[in-house]
């Protein structure tokens, strides 16, 4: 590879973009001019608003619910009424009849009942009911107006019965509360920007990064300009590293200027609420810290998108493409409103939450090098994996130069190759999946057992079953149901225990490294115990799922993506496997139970061999939980639901016998079947 040919292309591409005025509007001038206009006149308007609201006043209807009619009563009610009447813009009004009619067509604004009540020890005290919309502005200032002038009023009045009584007042503030914050105003906008800023960045990082991306590869197809670029000298690596690189400035300047007017544009802001920001001003160390953060995570949405733009046949479809990546981003960014979340080292491994996090920490200067590192490495890491996938599609004329890949379903019913494509099976996947959330949790909240049972049948099964039988496929080709050998079999069990023992390790390390929520816990634990019998709970929980979620995804789903190679297939279908059961603290578990069983299906070309460890797994699960109180498995457990971890040493041994005998039995059938192939 020339490094000089990828610069070549990287001049010619910015040079393009900056001949664009539009690319030029909308990358440097449109934020340098938006944010202030919209910052300062959000705040005219707010400001504006506010005092529009408050002169716009408030009828308010008062009625008297007294049970003690006596003179300090009638006093105490009288004050209550003209504190009330004092409030600016306020106007009092006895209780019409018709009070109900006019609250709601909104000629009242508020109805004050005051009521009175006797104590154990004789004390006459009040209470003010409020009648009011707490939905629109203007009911919460008449409400909280009211309630102010109450309280003040109150406070008074006790003071003065104090004074009566020849009692000090200052006994209601023998203790009092004052705050000494040793945060200063430059940590405290930091704190603000920090839960802002971020999910800002993110957007715009991936906003700009798409508009140029999409138009250097997805846009020259329409143009058909890419074809001179391809027959020039520079190879097809040489050429993606030059638009790789072109991406990554734009996005980055774009990032840069956004930040630099936001900035100005969030102090005038914060100015305008009173907080002092005096000498408060971005660290230069903090803005280089920044930076070079953002950097990775750059490379990372440039690497994304511009395989969605090589794979895409033109701008819409690019642009269709990359809305899944900009929601995603979107939500994943927003963790830094999440107050209770603290930025960790495992959190650190987490893309675009780790640089949101780190946002955050390095605002408030709270981070340490580890995090900062981990974020950095682990992000880089992505980035060249996304990178190389680029590269190879670029190197695919069949990806490259695509144009009639969206079969019909006519012509799909009389294909399979047309019908298993990568495409089909993730829109497969995102409706059994969006079935499963909204269907199969209703059903399950209102009965776990059945819904469990309901689920697996009627959301994971039957649908694949009907697929199938509607584009014509046969099932048990399709599914590789075929009965292996008894040789082949024979290892799947010892290869199912001893890798449950050590997935379920994989899980404690999580729990230990990253604590379960206790609810989760008990959650978890409840789907193990539930009041039946052991032969019924066997049937749901172990049978069930091993026959219904290997049909799904080592039977189904693997055959879209069995043309990228069985590696691949395992692999993808091993990922769908681990995001199905939508459980985020057990991913990698079961991402990596998804693997041993894909490579069991694929290398035994048969089903039920996946279908007996899935279900094995399954079975030791309830095993352990059921009796984990009894004294002959106490040796083997801590507490109820997690395994010594010694065991691992035997475990990883039998797993290795027993994955080497099984390659050596089935070592036949691959042969034949790459014969075939």
Not at 50 to 61: D, L, N, S
Not at 374 to 381: A, D, E, G, H, R
Not at 393 to 415: C, I, Y
Not at 519 to 548: H, N
């Amino acid at each position: 590879m020339n490094f000089k040919k990828s610069l070549i292309v990287f001049r010619k591409e910015f040079s393009e973009l900056l001949r664009d005025r539009r690319t030029l509007f909308t990358t440097i001038i449109l934020p340098v001019i938006l944010y202030p206009l919209l910052f300062i006149g959000f705040s005219a308007i707010m400001s504006r608003q506010a005092g529009v609201i408050e002169k716009r006043g408030a009828t308010i209807a008062y009625t008297d619910s007294l049970n003690q009619r006596d003179a300090r009563s009638i006093a105490m009610r009288d004050s209550l009424l003209a504190k009330i009447k004092s409030l600016d813009y306020v106007t009092l009004i006895p209780c019409p009849k018709t009070v109900q009619q006019l609250y709601e067509e909104k000629e009242i604004q508020a109805v004050i009942t005051i009521s009175d009540s006797l104590t154990s020890s004789g004390l006459n005290t009040y209470k003010v009911y409020v009648q009011h919309d707490g939905s629109n502005e203007r009911g919460q200032m008449v409400f909280s107006k009211i309630k102010t002038a109450v309280k003040d009023l109150e406070k008074e009045i006790v003071k003065q019965r104090l004074v009566d009584d020849r009692i000090d007042p200052e006994i209601l503030s023998l203790v009092d509360v004052n705050p000494r914050d040793t945060s200063s105003s430059q940590k405290k906008i930091g704190m603000f920007l920090g839960m802002m800023m971020p999910y800002l960045v993110i957007l715009l990082l991936v906003t700009g990064a798409s508009t140029v991306a999409a138009d250097l590869v997805a846009g020259e197809k329409e143009r058909r300009t890419l074809e001179t670029l391809l027959v020039s000298s520079a190879s097809r690596q040489e050429i993606v590293i030059g638009k790789y690189l072109t991406i990554i400035t734009m996005s980055m300047i774009n990032v840069v200027i956004n930040l630099i007017s936001l900035s100005f544009s969030v102090r005038y802001l914060v100015a305008q609420t009173g907080l002092e920001t005096s000498g408060v001003k971005m660290p230069v160390s903090a803005f280089l810290i920044l930076l070079v953060a953002m950097l990775p995570l750059a490379t990372l949405f440039s690497a994304i998108l511009l395989s969605i733009s090589t794979f895409s046949r033109n701008m819409k479809e690019a642009r269709t493409y990359e809305q899944p990546i900009m929601m995603v981003s979107m939500m994943l960014g927003m963790v830094s409103f999440i107050p209770s979340i603290e930025f960790s080292n495992l959190l650190a491994m987490i893309p675009v939450i780790n640089i949101a996090l780190l946002f955050k920490a390095v605002m408030i200067n709270e981070y340490t090098l580890a995090q900062l590192l981990i974020t950095i490495f682990s992000t880089v890491l992505l980035d060249v994996v996304a990178i190389w996938i680029t590269v190879k599609l670029f190197a695919t004329e069949s990806v490259l130069f695509r144009t009639e890949d969206d079969a019909s379903l006519k012509s799909m019913r009389k294909s399979g190759k047309q019908f298993f494509t990568a495409q089909n099976g993730i829109i497969y996947f995102a409706l059994a999946l969006g079935a499963l959330y909204y269907l199969g949790g209703k059903w399950q909240g209102k009965d776990l057992m059945s819904g469990l049972l309901k689920t697996q049948l009627w959301i994971i099964l039957l649908p694949v079953l009907v697929t199938i039988r509607i584009f014509k496929q046969k099932p048990l080709e399709v599914l590789r149901l075929k009965l292996p050998k008894l040789k082949v079999i024979l290892p799947v069990p010892f290869i199912a225990l001893s890798a449950t023992v050590l997935v379920s390790m994989v899980a404690q390390l999580i729990n230990l490294i990253y604590p379960f929520p206790q609810e989760y816990m008990e959650q978890l634990g409840g789907l193990f115990k539930m009041d039946s019998r052991p032969w019924v709970l066997f049937l749901v929980v172990a049978l069930t799922p091993g026959i219904c979620e290997e049909v799904l995804f080592r039977g189904f789903l693997f055959r879209f993506f069995e043309r990228y190679g069985g590696t691949k297939a395992i692999i993808i279908s091993a990922a769908l496997f681990a995001v199905f059961h939508l459980d985020p603290f057990r991913l990698l578990p079961v991402f990596l139970l998804g693997l041993l069983l894909g490579y069991l299906t694929y290398r035994s070309r048969s089903l039920i061999s996946s279908m007996l460890s899935h279900t094995i797994n399954n079975a030791l699960a309830i095993f352990l939980v059921t009796y984990s109180s009894k004294p002959w498995l106490k040796p083997l457990m801590y507490g109820e639901d997690e395994i010594r971890y010694w065991l691992a040493i035997p475990a990883l041994l039998v797993l290795v016998f027993s994955l080497r005998w099984f390659h050596s039995v089935t070592k036949s059938d691959m042969e034949i079947s790459e014969c075939a192939e």
